[in-house]
């Protein structure tokens, strides 16, 4: 694996700045304005999700409301590490609500005409019941900071843009304009605002946008045909193409070239190859739809990412003992949230919602507790997927536990769609926070003061989505042809359901097969990444399993900035070091910052939603 680049020398060497002391940005100001913040991003992630579809990271949208609200209430004392618990708050608010998808699953199955469903929670009982999960959440991911960030140094690609974003907020003090150092902050100042500027510009003309429509949301090659044994499979189809999103590039950018190549080999397979050969040897039928592709090439994907994901973590089981060491003597110190607390923490929110699942949705309590701890494997996986690619796999990653619960439970509807959506919503969790943590990491914040904004920030989310959900379904639809939320993920998960719901027979063979093999694949990838005689050709499972889930316009968009950051950096060394990483983070930051304006613009009518 190539080795990542560093954020935090390079943030320190654009802000020479002594720090703010140790936990002190734990500031009354600063919670209130992660509380207000936190309440804008959960209110407003539910659209964004069910509407467009997908969901990215507020965490830069969260600084830059907090940067707002701060230099309104606490002008004089602002700094960036006040922000930091900002947007951190706002992140572990937008991860909760994201849970609406299985909301919206539970919406879909109600409706469904092949298997009966009645589960309907009450705001007050959504409330509780995601908090408790978000909660527990926040906890399990508090040990796993320090293997991710401190040990292995992934990039986690937004994390590095909200650090960057955080900083330019709040350039370098007691510099004269001359200096270099100022010179260097204050362009990579105008660079992060350029590249903003762009990606939101790009955003807000895509047709997916639903405001000006003036360009495609990708290029796509047509109804390009591969002939197979008599039948006509259409590339166009599968979503074969390049997306017109500079987030992607942006992220290809810091992910760098390795791991976006294989990738895009992933998603040759995934998208090209596959549908070819299933239609060739009569898997599936002529003219496939892309989620007929996508059920079956799922099975592979997942099983090379999680043997590799595991694999990885098996063989560096020294790492992961040093990091729980060093967590616990960090807490006497100050530095982390109280391992204690995390323990205990822990067991008491597993009791709670083994009780709450049972109280308000009949799942027995050895099922809740199964979900979670199956939830941990899968965080661990999906976790080092994120921070090596940007992607977080724990929506697939979570239909993946569908199916063991329809083995566990067969029939079950029930323990089927709550089992997957209890691992997503405790898994989920943890990817908004590791990428807080990777921006505190840069800045030089204190963990435990960030574990708290998260513990803050997490029933704020909750309660958001409890309240404004059933107003959004309401308004716009979710059910129909002509619904105006497409919650593609939550369809998804509630077909997923529908076609398990007579037990695992239902799974395709030949997709368990394939499984298996690209199981083994992951094992002996991983193994040679380890080596370094064969690290730098060794395939990449992560980069190939998300290859297989992930559309392939987006993976051809962020391969594109693997190549054009690759050449950056082998032409101009010197520019790249200052300028590149700042540039990708605008980049991912416009299209962010656009995606949660858009709803907002929609709802007041300025737009063709």
């Known amino acids: 694996m190539e080795k990542p680049i560093d954020p935090v020398s390079e943030a320190t060497a654009l802000t020479p700045t002594t720090p703010r002391p140790r936990g002190s940005e734990l500031t009354p100001q600063a919670l209130f304005a992660g509380a207000i913040v936190a309440a804008i991003m959960g209110a407003s992630y539910p659209y964004m999700v069910l509407k467009l579809g997908f969901g990215p990271n507020v965490s830069v949208v969260s600084a830059f409301f907090g940067f707002l609200i701060l230099s309104l209430i606490a002008r004089k004392s602002y700094d960036r590490w006040q922000n930091n618990i900002v947007q951190t708050a706002g992140t572990s608010a937008a991860q909760t609500a994201f849970m609406c998808t299985v909301l919206a699953s539970f919406e879909m199955l109600r409706a469904s005409k092949i298997v009966s469903f ?20 926040v906890l399990l991911a508090v040990p796993m900071r320090r293997h ?34 100022f010179q260097n902050a204050r362009r990579a100042a105008i660079v992060l605002a350029l590249g903003l500027l762009a990606s939101g510009l790009v955003m807000l003309l895509r047709e997916d946008a639903k405001i000006f429509e003036l360009i495609p949301e990708a290029w796509t090659p047509g109804a390009l045909t591969l002939g197979a044994a008599g039948a006509v499979f259409v590339v166009a189809r599968m979503g074969v193409g390049v997306s017109y999103s500079l987030l992607s590039v942006g992220s290809g950018i810091i992910v760098g070239l390795r791991v976006n190549a294989w990738m895009l080999l992933g998603g040759v397979l995934g998208w090209i190859v596959a549908p070819w050969a299933l239609v060739t040897y009569g898997v599936l039928p002529d003219h496939p739809t892309r989620t007929q592709v996508l059920y079956w090439v799922m099975w592979p994907g997942l099983g090379m990412m999680l043997a590799g994901g595991l694999t990885a973590l098996a063989l560096k089981w020294r790492l992961l003992l040093n990091a729980f060491a060093a967590l616990r003597q960090a807490s006497v110190s100050g530095e982390e949230f109280p391992l204690g607390l995390v323990i205990g923490g822990a067991v008491a929110l597993s009791i709670a919602l083994c009780a709450i699942q049972w109280l308000i949705f009949g799942l027995p309590a050895w099922l809740t507790l199964l979900s979670i701890l199956l939830a941990i494997p899968l965080m661990l996986v999906g976790l080092r997927a994120l921070g090596e690619t940007n992607w977080g796999p724990i929506g697939a990653l979570s239909n993946l536990t569908q199916g063991l619960f329809a083995a566990i439970a067969p029939g079950s509807v029930t323990a089927n769609i709550l ?43 909750a309660a958001a989505l409890a309240w404004t959900y059933p107003a959004l379904v309401k308004t716009y639809g979710l059910i129909g042809e002509h619904a105006g939320l497409a919650a593609p993920g939550s369809r998804r998960a509630a077909g997923f359901a529908e076609l398990l719901s007579t037990g695992v027979d239902k799974l395709p063979p030949s997709a368990m097969i394939a499984m298996v093999v690209a199981a083994l694949l992951g094992v002996l990838f991983t193994v040679l990444e380890t080596r370094p005689r064969t690290q730098r050709w060794a395939p990449s499972p992560t980069g190939l399993g998300l290859g297989v889930l992930l559309p392939f316009a987006s993976i051809a968009a962020m391969f594109i900035g693997g190549v054009a950051g690759e050449i950056w950096r082998k032409r101009h060394p010197a520019s790249a070091e200052i300028y ?12 962010a910052l656009i995606a949660v304006i858009v709803p907002v613009l929609l709802w007041l009518g300025l737009g063709h939603g």
Request: aromatic fraction near 4%.
């Open 580 to 591: 590149m990483i700042p540039l990708a983070s605008g980049l991912i930051a416009g299209e």
């Open 419 to 461: 089992g997957g959506g209890t691992v997503g919503t405790i898994a989920v969790t943890s990817e908004g926070l590791m990428q807080d943590y990777k921006a505190g990491h840069m800045i030089g914040s204190t963990p435990r003061s960030m574990t708290i904004a998260q513990l803050l920030g997490a029933p704020i989310g």
């Open 148 to 181: 991710f960030i401190v040990d292995e140094k992934l990039p986690f690609p937004d994390g590095m843009a909200a650090g960057e974003t955080l900083i330019v907020l709040d350039p370098p003090r007691g510099l004269a304009q001359t200096d270099p150092a």
């Open 118 to 137: 009645h589960l309907d929670p009450t705001p007050i009982q959504t409330f509780i019941w995601l908090s408790t999960a978000s909660l527990l959440g």
